[in-house]
Nanobody, 115 residues
Framework: QVQLVESGGGSVQPGGSLRLSCTAS????????MGWYRQRPGKERELVAL????????HTVDSVKGRFTISRDNAKSTLTLQMNSLQPEDTAVYYC????????WGQGTQVTVSS
């Protein structure tokens, strides 16, 4: 069955960095576009970044552009989100997402940015 397992979250001070990882199983990873979503406290889940099946094309939303980088390793079925210059407004639960299995949401990983 489909599984997306997020890891790498934690607590950091403003300006810090974190690297999130997602390990995928139960489907053909290299045939699925992938992405990261987040849900901030009291808000709806929102898109953060998307990446194509090959990794050659990607999109990041304006609020994280220049700070967050999405990448993937198809050989290892892993998705990564490098987050730099973190700000308190980045505090959220971050979720990995598969376009081929868009109905599926894992547990997510908590990111807290606070001084």
């Amino acid at each position: 069955q489909v599984q997306l397992v997020e890891s790498g979250g934690g607590s950091v001070q403003p300006g810090g960095s974190l690297r999130l990882s997602c390990t995928a199983s139960g489907f053909t990873f290299n045939s699925s576009g992938m992405g990261w979503y987040r849900q901030r406290p009291g808000k709806e889940r929102e898109l953060v970044a998307l990446i194509s099946e090959t990794g050659r094309s990607f999109h990041t939303v304006d609020s994280v552009k220049g700070r967050f980088t999405i990448s993937r390793d198809n050989a290892k079925s892993t998705l990564t989100l490098q987050m730099n210059s973190l700000q308190p407004e980045d505090t959220a639960v971050y979720y990995c997402w598969s376009s081929k299995n868009s109905w599926y949401w894992g547990q997510g990983t908590q990111v807290t940015v606070s001084s």
